[in-house]
């Protein structure tokens, strides 16, 4: 079955640049997508078509794509943005969507 | 603003058939730009895409859980639902529901909005 590998962890401190990775054979293909969940809420969409942020997100998020690795960036870290993220894209087909498994954000 | 929310029983006993429903406001699921999905997240997991339906009544599922699941649409109330049959202990988890759009080369994109998520146990 086809997957999106994530790190299971970043850790950075306030004010640094955290830097999240998603990597699978397709993503050269499939635009990716990338959400922010934080305890007991539903994800929110931070990045969609590997790059766009969407209305109302802070622009410190920022999202980046180089072969089969897409990246989200967030500049100048927040204690807020302390969360798990999750990338999603679909596989080589389009058909099938899929979650990688997912990073926890911390800010020390 | 659009808005969706789920709902339905909150404890299943194993074997029997999982039902949500996603009921959606402040817009037209018989939009032709959007399909519908089923995302589910067992606790302290990750996420795990169940399914998604247009609203003609087009489907695709997980091919992991497509022997079990059936998304069907109801126009008529703006709703979507989701049966999940034969469940187990596994299938606990918070359920949400989200839209996403349609794009060429991909039958769907990005999920957003989202519901608030319903938690469904799985226990006798």
């Known amino acids: 079955s086809y997957e999106l590998t994530q790190p299971p962890s970043v850790s950075v401190s306030p004010g640094q640049t955290a830097r999240i990775t998603c990597s699978a054979d397709?993503?050269?293909?499939?635009?990716a997508y990338w959400y922010q969940q934080k305890p007991g809420q539903a994800p929110v969409l931070v990045i969609y078509k590997d790059s766009e942020r969407p209305s109302g997100i802070p622009e410190r998020f920022s999202g980046s794509s180089s072969g089969t690795t897409v990246t989200l960036t967030i500049s100048g870290v927040q204690a807020e943005d302390e969360a798990d993220y999750y990338c999603?894209?679909?596989?080589?087909?389009?058909?099938?969507?899929?979650f990688g498994g997912g990073t926890k954000l911390t800010v020390l | 603003q659009l808005q969706l929310q789920e709902s339905g029983p909150g404890l299943v006993k194993p074997s029997e058939t999982l039902s949500l429903t996603c009921t959606v406001s402040g817009g037209s699921i018989s939009s032709s730009s959007y399909y519908w999905g089923w995302i589910r997240q067992p606790p302290g997991k990750g996420l795990e895409w169940i399914g998604s339906i247009y609203y003609s009544g087009s489907t695709y599922y997980n091919p992991s859980l497509k022997s079990r699941v059936t998304i069907s649409v109801d126009t008529s109330k703006n709703q979507f639902s989701l049966k999940l049959s034969s469940v187990t202990a596994a299938d606990t988890a918070v359920y949400y529901c989200a839209r996403h759009p349609q794009l060429v080369g991909a039958t769907g994109g990005w999920f957003d909005p989202w519901g608030q998520g319903t938690l469904v146990t799985v226990s006798s």
């Open positions: 397709a993503l050269p293909k499939q635009y």
């Open positions: 999603q894209s679909a596989d080589s087909s389009g058909t099938y969507q899929v």
